[in-house]
T-cell receptor, first 117, second 112 residues
Framework: QVQLQQSGAELVKPGSSVKISCKASGYTFTSYDMHWIKQQPGNGLEWIGWIYPGNGNTKYNQKFNGKATLTADKSSSTAYMQLSSLTSEDSAVYFCARRSQYYFDYWGQGVMITVSS | DIVMTQGALPNPVPSGESASITCQSSKSLLYSDGKTYLNWYLQRPGQSPQLLIYWMSTRASGVSDRFSGSGSGTDFTLKISRVEAEDVGVYYC?????????FGAGTKLELK
């Protein structure tokens, strides 16, 4: 069965960077886009961008240009998102989600990132 | 960016009653292929969102037929018939017509 297993919670300092992962299983990793979505406490969902693991193509929400960098490792079926120059506004839960046709059919469990000194 | 605006529910909703959640988009989500690129998700407490409805009215695999989606190009409704305890959570509409994909702010359903 399809599973997206995300890495654990992170506590990071302002100004630093963090890289979180999303390990896919149960399907051909290189055949589906992987998307990333941000959810701040008590807030809704915000789309960050996607990567196509088959060729590494990416597309970002303009709002996250320079903030988020998406990569993928085909050998381990793992997608990554690096967030840089972290501030308190980056404290949130981050989900990876697989796109099938025109919707997200499978989601990871989410990673909570807390930015605090 | 396309703005998605969701309505509130008159919470709490009595168990067994129906509930309708509205969503409005700032741009028509009806594409030239005849499909309307509007999805609905439910996020139960402490869980990830799960897909309920796609293309405005198509139920996702395994989703109860108590859930139904309808609407036009810019105004949408998710109807939940015979509300049950497992329906509690926050419902989000999302447009998949163009980048950046955007979500509504969410509508919370509480059970009486």
């Amino acid at each position: 069965q399809v599973q997206l297993q995300q890495s654990g919670a992170e506590l990071v300092k302002p100004g630093s960077s963090v890289k979180i992962s999303c390990k896919a299983s149960g399907y051909t990793f290189t055949s589906y886009d992987m998307h990333w979505i941000k959810q701040q406490p008590g807030n809704g969902l915000e789309w960050i961008g996607w990567i196509y693991p088959g060729n590494g193509n990416t597309k970002y929400n303009q709002k996250f240009n320079g903030k988020a960098t998406l990569t993928a490792d085909k050998s381990s079926s793992t997608a990554y998102m690096q967030l840089s120059s972290l501030t308190s506004e980056d404290s949130a839960v981050y989900f990876c989600a697989r796109r099938s046709q025109y919707y997200f059919d499978y989601w990871g469990q989410g990673v909570m990132i807390t930015v605090s000194s | 960016d396309i703005v998605m605006t969701q309505g509130a529910l008159p919470n709490p909703v009595p168990s067994g009653e129906s509930a309708s959640i509205t969503c409005q988009s700032s741009k028509s989500l009806l594409y030239s292929d005849g499909k309307t690129y509007l999805n609905w998700y439910l996020q139960r407490p402490g869980q990830s969102p799960q897909l309920l409805i796609y293309w405005m009215s198509t139920r996702a695999s395994g989703v109860s037929d108590r859930f139904s989606g309808s609407g036009s190009g810019t105004d949408f409704t998710l109807k939940i018939s015979r509300v049950e305890a497992e329906d509690v959570g926050v419902y989000y509409c999302q447009q998949f017509l163009e980048f950046p994909y955007t979500f509504g702010a969410g509508t919370k359903l509480e059970l009486k």
